[in-house]
């Protein structure tokens, strides 16, 4: 029996982990651009002096930022060490990309309205609630229908920055809309079943441990998507 391709190993050993799906497809790509970059040569036969060559082209030639630098150093870390099983000391004397000592910008609550004011139906009420609830905005695209308490008015986020779980109000500026607007993606929901479609992503083993769980109301996102998004 053939063994896996590396890309494969690289998702097994991710999925295994427990990494988020979004941290499983920047490793993949950084991954996959490290060999291209050395002309399609298979990872084990390169090693530290190849990755400190990539990562210095990242930051002399396409400049980019010290964490997605950093990002990068990551993923080939993951694959020689975890994947590959392949000793490797943490890589030094490379050249990093300057850090940002950018301000961040904060909008006055006049310039928010400002913004919301240019917006409507769906795209006004997941702006309202990223910042009324202070929502990431991915935290609030992967939101599922189970996870707001309209009782308690809180919702709860799952694996938010730092892979932490946490509660935060709902507002009561959004609640009636938001209401209605699941009224309309059940009603989708529903359609999509009668169809043959209708299922979700779930995370770890618990499409094979809650059979059918994928097609629950409970389970599916608060504002579905044709494509999938990290």
Do not use: C
Not at 18 to 30: G, I
Not at 56 to 83: E, P
Not at 205 to 224: D, H, I, M, T
Request: zero cysteines; a positive charge; hydrophobic letters at 40%.
């Amino acid at each position: 029996m053939s063994s896996p391709r590396l890309l494969d190993q690289v998702r097994t050993v991710a999925r295994v982990k427990h990494y988020s799906l979004k941290t499983e497809h920047a490793y993949l790509n950084w991954i996959k651009r490290f060999i291209f970059y050395h002309n399609k040569q298979h990872p084990k036969d390169m090693g530290e002096r190849e990755i400190r060559q990539f990562l210095a082209h990242l930051a002399v030639n396409l400049h980019v930022s010290a964490s997605t630098q950093t990002v990068a150093l990551s993923a080939l870390l993951f694959l020689y060490r975890d994947v590959l099983k392949i000793p490797l000391p943490y890589v030094e004397h490379i050249e990093r990309a300057k850090p940002s000592r950018k301000l961040p910008v904060v909008f006055s609550r006049a310039e928010v309205q400002t913004i919301l004011d240019q917006l409507s139906g769906t795209h006004l009420l997941l702006a309202s609630l990223l910042y009324g609830a202070g929502l990431r905005l991915m935290e609030a695209i992967r939101l599922r229908v189970k996870d707001i308490d309209f009782s308690a008015n809180q919702i709860n986020v799952r694996e938010g920055k730092g892979d932490v779980d946490r509660i935060t109000m709902l507002p009561q500026s959004v609640k009636s809309s938001l209401q209605q607007h699941l009224k309309r993606v059940r009603a989708l929901h529903q359609k999509d079943l009668k169809e043959g479609y209708g299922d979700v992503y779930l995370p770890y083993a618990l499409e094979r441990k809650y059979v059918n769980a994928s097609k629950k109301w409970g389970w599916q996102y608060v504002f579905p998507s044709s494509q999938a998004l990290y």
